[in-house]
């Protein structure tokens, strides 16, 4: 099932749909001006850097989270270098959808690339191990999951082998709940016959049709028009994402079902990488650490906020026993981790809570 997920998406966190329907906008290394998480200004400058410039494609927004993470390594790049690196970012899909960066990647032909973490079931099966149905507990053990190192090598080496990209940097975004029209549904027997707008991706419709419901994929394009107009009963995301698509506006029962983590993932062509010469590869390895420090502040209170905002906006936040949510989808959690021979990462990512 996760092998077959050839997906391009548009909406940050969100769902399929077309790349490129707004224009992006292209900044440089030298021109950060992200207001927060900026990179730590005593950076120290990597000696015998020879001169280069990288193309960073990513599909979000520019008021993302993940472009903060961008402005950052852009940044760091840029210090680090002492100015002979820099990064141009395309944002809002300009050059690529997510799918098809990663394919760029492979061939070489785009240098970095953002991209929700569940599009490495493209490449490897196992590679999306981080959307499974409640793998983690906490944004807290999220966070120890990508900087633990028995973890990144775990995935670098899957995704080095079988995509021919390199894995610079993982971000854990925040749990995935439903937000649904009917605000009377308050349980797990409410899901039943539901249906739920949901991205192509397996392991979120596997998780809701154990709910009972009835999960459809749709555009992440045409999300809010689906619930607008009954096509859907409601969608998933989480809260930033919720907030900045203003599906509050269709659906105010945001149910905190927190089905799915969402991590997503920088990466380098692998070919690109390899290309480089040490200085080159320490600046990266540098900047990447140093972005992802950012992105991590910079979001230290970015869900919660989005949460009140939700609020604010008359969203009615709703808590729910999550034991039925997670035995329903035990099985198969379960399942992934036997057929991929993923019990010792499993049990790594457990003891981090």
């Given at each position: 099932?996760?092998?077959?997920?050839?997906?391009?998406?548009?909406?940050?966190?969100?769902?399929?749909?077309?790349?490129?329907?707004?224009?992006?906008?292209?900044?440089?290394?030298?021109?950060?001006?992200?207001?927060?998480?900026?990179?730590?200004?005593?950076?120290?400058?990597?000696?015998?850097?020879?001169?280069?410039?990288?193309?960073?494609?990513?599909?979000?927004?520019?008021?993302?989270?993940?472009?903060?993470?961008?402005?950052?390594?852009?940044e760091a790049v840029n210090k680090l270098s002492g100015g002979k690196m820099t990064v141009d970012i395309y944002a809002n899909g300009q050059l690529f959808g997510q799918a098809d960066a990663l394919s760029a990647l492979s061939q070489?032909?785009?240098?970095?690339?953002?991209?929700?973490?569940?599009?490495?079931?493209?490449?490897?099966?196992s590679g999306a191990l981080f959307d499974m149905p409640y793998l983690v507990d906490s944004r807290e053990q999220a966070i120890k999951m990508v900087r633990d190192e028995d973890v990144l090598s775990f995935i670098r080496g899957k995704?080095?082998?079988?995509?021919?990209?390199?894995?610079?940097?993982?971000?854990?975004?925040?749990?995935?709940?439903?937000?649904?029209?009917?605000?009377?549904?308050?349980?797990?027997?409410?899901?039943?016959?539901?249906?739920?707008?949901?991205?192509?991706?397996?392991?979120?419709?596997?998780?809701?049709?154990?709910?009972?419901?009835?999960?459809?994929?749709?555009?992440?394009?045409?999300?809010?028009?689906?619930?607008?107009?009954?096509?859907?009963?409601?969608?998933?995301?989480?809260?930033?994402?919720?907030?900045?698509?203003?599906?509050?506006?269709?659906?105010?029962?945001?149910?905190?079902?927190?089905?799915?983590?969402?991590?997503?993932?920088?990466?380098?062509?692998?070919?690109?990488?390899?290309?480089?010469?040490?200085?080159?590869?320490?600046?990266?390895?540098?900047?990447?650490?140093?972005?992802?420090?950012?992105?991590?502040?910079?979001?230290?209170?970015?869900?919660?906020?989005?949460?009140?905002?939700?609020?604010?906006?008359?969203v009615q936040i709703t808590e729910v026993d999550l034991a039925p949510f997670k035995e329903s989808t035990a099985s198969y959690l379960q399942n992934f981790i036997t057929d991929n021979n993923l019990q010792e990462v499993f049990d790594?990512?457990?003891?981090?809570?």
């Amino acid at each position: 099932m996760a092998a077959a997920m050839a997906v391009s998406l548009t909406a940050c966190g969100g769902g399929t749909g077309s790349a490129g329907g707004t224009e992006g906008t292209k900044s440089s290394g030298q021109e950060a001006e992200t207001d927060s998480g900026q990179v730590s200004a005593d950076a120290a400058v990597v000696d015998g850097v020879e001169e280069l410039t990288l193309t960073l494609s990513h599909h979000c927004s520019e008021d993302d989270s993940n472009h903060v993470y961008a402005e950052a390594f852009a940044e760091a790049v840029n210090k680090l270098s002492g100015g002979k690196m820099t990064v141009d970012i395309y944002a809002n899909g300009q050059l690529f959808g997510q799918a098809d960066a990663l394919s760029a990647l492979s061939q070489g032909t785009l240098d970095i690339a953002l991209s929700d973490t569940a599009l490495f079931a493209n490449y490897d099966p196992s590679g999306a191990l981080f959307d499974m149905p409640y793998l983690v507990d906490s944004r807290e053990q999220a966070i120890k999951m990508v900087r633990d190192e028995d973890v990144l090598s775990f995935i670098r080496g899957k995704m080095a082998e079988k995509g021919g990209f390199h894995v610079l940097s993982i971000q854990p975004l925040y749990f995935r709940s439903s937000l649904v029209k009917n605000k009377d549904i308050n349980s797990f027997d409410g899901f039943k016959g539901l249906i739920m707008r949901t991205p192509e991706a397996p392991h979120t419709i596997a998780a809701f049709e154990a709910f009972g419901a009835n999960p459809t994929v749709i555009p992440s394009g045409e999300a809010y028009t689906a619930v607008q107009t009954g096509v859907a009963d409601g969608l998933e995301g989480h809260p930033e994402y919720v907030y900045l698509q203003k599906f509050y506006e269709v659906a105010q029962n945001y149910v905190q079902t927190k089905h799915v983590f969402t991590f997503t993932a920088y990466s380098m062509s692998q070919k690109v990488y390899d290309g480089l010469s040490d200085a080159q590869k320490q600046v990266i390895d540098e900047a990447s650490v140093l972005a992802q420090d950012a992105f991590l502040e910079y979001t230290s209170t970015l869900f919660e906020d989005s949460m009140k905002k939700l609020e604010e906006e008359g969203v009615q936040i709703t808590e729910v026993d999550l034991a039925p949510f997670k035995e329903s989808t035990a099985s198969y959690l379960q399942n992934f981790i036997t057929d991929n021979n993923l019990q010792e990462v499993f049990d790594k990512i457990q003891s981090l809570k």
